[in-house]
Nanobody, 118 residues
Framework: QVQLVESGGGLVQPGGSLRLSCAASGLTFSDYIMRWYRQAPEKERESVALITNTGSAISYADSVKGRFTISRDNDKKTVSLQMHSLKPEDTAVYFC???????????WGKGTLVTVSS
């Protein structure tokens, strides 16, 4: 059974930092492109950051470029999102996603809430 479990969310003041982690199990982690998505209240889910299976390519949404950093550890089966200079508009539930192009396998975590507020 595939599981993606996010952690690290919480309440942080504007300008602060948080590090989100996603632990994967039940899958061949190195086969999967990993993404972080987020969904703010009454908004659609949006892609925040992507890292390819080997980590050779990374991309970010324009809204987080220069502030967020995605990384992965294939040995530990984890993907992380380091977030700096957080803004109130970063408030959302953050989801970990694993997608394997071969076989079009797609899995989601249950999300972790990030609240940026003074």
């Amino acid at each position: 059974q595939v599981q993606l479990v996010e952690s690290g969310g919480g309440l942080v003041q504007p300008g602060g930092s948080l590090r989100l982690s996603c632990a994967a199990s039940g899958l061949t982690f190195s086969d999967y492109i990993m993404r972080w998505y987020r969904q703010a209240p009454e908004k659609e889910r949006e892609s925040v950051a992507l890292i390819t299976n080997t980590g050779s390519a990374i991309s970010y949404a324009d809204s987080v470029k220069g502030r967020f950093t995605i990384s992965r550890d294939n040995d530990k089966k984890t993907v992380s999102l380091q977030m700096h200079s957080l803004k109130p508009e970063d408030t959302a539930v953050y989801f970990c996603n694993a997608w394997a192009p071969i076989g079009n396998k797609n899995y989601w975590g249950k999300g972790t809430l990030v609240t940026v507020s003074s």
